[in-house]
């Protein structure tokens, strides 16, 4: 059962913990998007992505005999370094399983954090769940599930709970919200506090293109897959399937889907660093991508997205600079 | 005469407009400095630097006809783009004169944000001033001085009234403070906000090598000059000298200035992108490069620094990447 009592609940224990983020704004973005565009930057909370919220929120709901044997968490990455800083902040031992694709960057940030990180290979099939449930079992360690676990979702909500705020302190009461989607997590968190404190706003979940397995959903009524599970610069928000629990919130709460390129997502990840002095990976980039070049989709005067996350590599980073007008 | 009631003034004045930027910290930091660290982010002010509050101060304190005449400006960019921000707020003329080779980002954007800019070129001694004040004459029209100015001081000062009361909430009460600095306004007024909000502190200028008039005046009592112009990646804080009103605060309120070599500016702004996701540019990443690798200079466990500002072509931007390990 995931409700707005819960995320309350959740934005108490994360107090003095959790970042607020600010609400950013930029006269440029306004002219590229021809609306009035809000950014809520996750990308600077703790860990680099809005993850930290939902990690913290689990691991603080525990008691503490079952905490004090440690969590174990799948992830590609932003949910890995999340689940590490909040096991860390308790002194409890963390086990993060990752695919050996993540971004190295992710990968050593996470062991940095103090986690064990066990490494598998998801283009060969090797299950990641064999390898994770012989550890709980072997050690005790408790499940921290990405998205589809209500105190998870929960900790993400917080994030709504001060949108909510900030929107209410600009004046603004009407709007389509922008959240990067993965498996749905943050997109339900976030609409779940939206209808509570601010009913005027729609939430709308913002997805890769050929990874738009929340869109296809929310149009055929029922859980919809993607075909595949990789090859997408979007590593962050890649998921198979909408959760059980966030699928039928989002139905309930949020407005159609939005698809975006990775090349749009290279080039608002290039204005987010011109405009806005923001890191974002590509994933975290997406509604901002959506928020700048899907204007026909999106209704109203303002929009409000999230950059859920700035765990990105050098690399990947110059290819978004590459998107630039002053780029040699 | 500066002091803290115009500091206090202005806040109110910029309550409302200013951004209240957090303060921001990270482990990783923490473990390259070897204490804490904690970064004030003025990258993520208006027009991407702390220089809107200043501007917006002075604009703000003028009388409604001096104002609707228009202001003046000379500037390599970030006062530029302040005063532009704040000339706009009011619908006001801003006329800005700026050198031909200020990095194109700065004077794009100086234009986008609606001020007629007038280029004059600084390597072969064209003298902005004459250029200047013929306009003004002509036109009426208000100078606002990028630092030696006690409007434009106690508007960079609300920046810190904010450090004073982020660093209580954080229960710090006593540490080093590094502050970007150019011809010391920033400087002078963070110094006085301190002084009187958060007196533990002491405020330390950082500047670039070569650069370090002010760390030689305050060391021989009296106003040394640069023996140049340019010639270095902080374009943003290289001025010829002290200010004679910035120089008696720094003079009486500040410790040892800090100098830093280009190349430790670069990776400083390596480690903002990875650690904190935030854009630095080189003369803004200068306080922070003190804090990272001019550890033995500073006295206690905790050191608080600003970024000034973030307003970096992708092309110097690169450089910065290509300092990080995973760079290829």
Sequence with gaps: MSDITMIRAAADRLKGHARRTPLLSSPFLDEIAGRRVFVKPECLQHTGSFKYRGGRSALSALDGETRAKGVLAYSSGNHAQGVAKAAAEYGVPAVIIMPADAPKLKIDNTRALGAEVVLYDRENGESREAVGEALKAERGLTLVKPFDEPLVIA?????????????????????????????????AGVAMALEADAPGFRVRPVEPEGFDDVTRSLESGQRESNARASGNICDAILTPAPGEITFPIMQRLCGPGIAVSEDECLRAMGVAFQRLKLVAEPGGAAALAGALYHGDEIEGDTVICTISGGNVDAQVFRRALATLDDAP
């Design 155 to 187: 900790g993400q909500g917080t994030c709504g709970l001060e949108i909510a705020e900030q929107a209410r302190e600009e004046g603004i009461e009407t709007g389509d919200v922008l959240v990067c989607c993965g498996g749905g997590g943050f997109t």
